[in-house]
């Protein structure tokens, strides 16, 4: 018996099904600006040269007391550092850019660590307290320059938890 209103109503519905439908794709598509990361955790790739290439993941290990990335420099973009601590200690893993050699990087006053502050070193990223056997993956966006790649636990950076790493232009 309602036939009659509901032909007569529908137009009138079907516009505005229309109208909700297109503010909920404005709201879904729009404003917010966020984009999603493109996924970066997939096989390490490398480049003839051996540098990773861009938006790759490079393996790190760490160890007592070392740190060893599977490749020593990456093209500029994401880079995603898998960091295993093959160790029996905990470890972190600080990414920092700066023009200083890894192995004279600015000491605390307390003379155990990096100072991580000082004038000249850009920290980057860091993943704090990886346990021993743990791993932890790092995303970062690199522009070309030189960084160095350490573990600020208290004496591991002077016992050897260190080294340089390059991203080429
Ligand atoms: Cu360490």
Known sequence: MHDAFYRAAM???RR???????????AACGGSGAT????STGPSTMAPDGSAAA??????TEAEFKI??????AAPGAVTFHITNSGTQAHEFVVIKTDTSSAQLPMASDGAEVDEDA?????????????????????VNLEAGHYVLICNVPGHYSLGMRTDFTVGS
């Open 119 to 139: 004038s000249g070193l850009t920290p980057v990223g860091e993943v704090e307290d990886i346990a021993a056997g743990a791993s932890a993956d790092l995303p």
């Open 36 to 39: 999603t990361a493109p996924n």
């Open 16 to 26: 505005l099904t229309a109208t909700i439908a297109a503010a909920a794709l404005l």
């Open 55 to 60: 938006g790759a993941a490079i393996n790190v």
């Open 68 to 73: 060893e990335p599977s490749a020593t420099s």
């Open 11 to 13: 137009p009138q519905i």
